[in-house]
């Protein structure tokens, strides 16, 4: 099941509208190079290290292959390359591509098979708010505290303290409830 939480957005297309609740990915798991390697190749002849390393070379070889201006295909899983953007001139003398050429990114285009896959039977569970830096564990915990001005706290009855000045009390990612 996908978590997610709710946090306040502006919506940048009509600003002067009032800010409303959005829902955002929670990330509730990190699974690194080797653990995946170990579950891909769980019941089967392959050892999980040559997996990884097999996973290695291949990452190895995507910037030299990005750098010649190649977009990548990984598989099933989709395709990779540069974008980037840049400040505008008046004449192509007066470009420097050094200091001018900004927000170099890459970008990853996930296959149609591997959305397909990703979509089939996906269902959604809300795991919180986020406001003001702070995740509060559940929508109730939220609409108490907009009540009462008092946050939840951790195994506790629900008798907190009022946010600090700037309400930062944890970084967005941070789920202080587990």
């Known amino acids: 099941m996908v978590k997610y939480k709710f946090t306040k957005k502006r919506n940048m297309i009509k600003p002067d509208e009032p800010e409303k609740m959005y829902a955002i990915p929670a990330i509730v798991n990190r699974v690194n190079t080797r653990e995946l390697c170990q579950v891909v190749t769980n019941n089967t002849s392959i050892n999980h290290n040559e997996a990884e390393t097999t996973f290695n070379l291949v ?10 201006g190649s ?7 989709g395709w990779m ?12 003398d007066k470009f420097d591509p050094q200091s001018m050429i900004k927000n ?4 990853f285009t996930p296959s149609k098979e591997l959305m397909a896959q990703i979509k089939k039977d996906l269902s959604f569970e809300n795991v919180g708010v986020v406001e003001g830096g702070f995740t509060f564990p559940n ?3 939220y609409l108490e505290y907009k009540q009462t001005g008092k946050l939840p706290v951790a195994g506790g009855n629900n008798e907190g303290t009022e946010p600090e000045p700037g309400g930062e009390t944890g970084g967005e990612d941070e789920d202080l409830f587990g």
Do not use: A, N, W
Request: glycine letters at 8%; aromatic letters at 6%; one cysteine or more.
């Open 139 to 141: 929508t109730k915990s």
């Open 59 to 68: 990452c190895d070889s995507i910037p030299r292959e990005l750098k010649r």
């Open 104 to 107: 170099l990114r890459v970008i």
């Open 71 to 77: 977009s990548v295909q990984l598989g099933r899983l």
């Open 81 to 92: 390359r540069l974008s980037f953007g840049s400040e505008g001139v008046d004449s192509f």
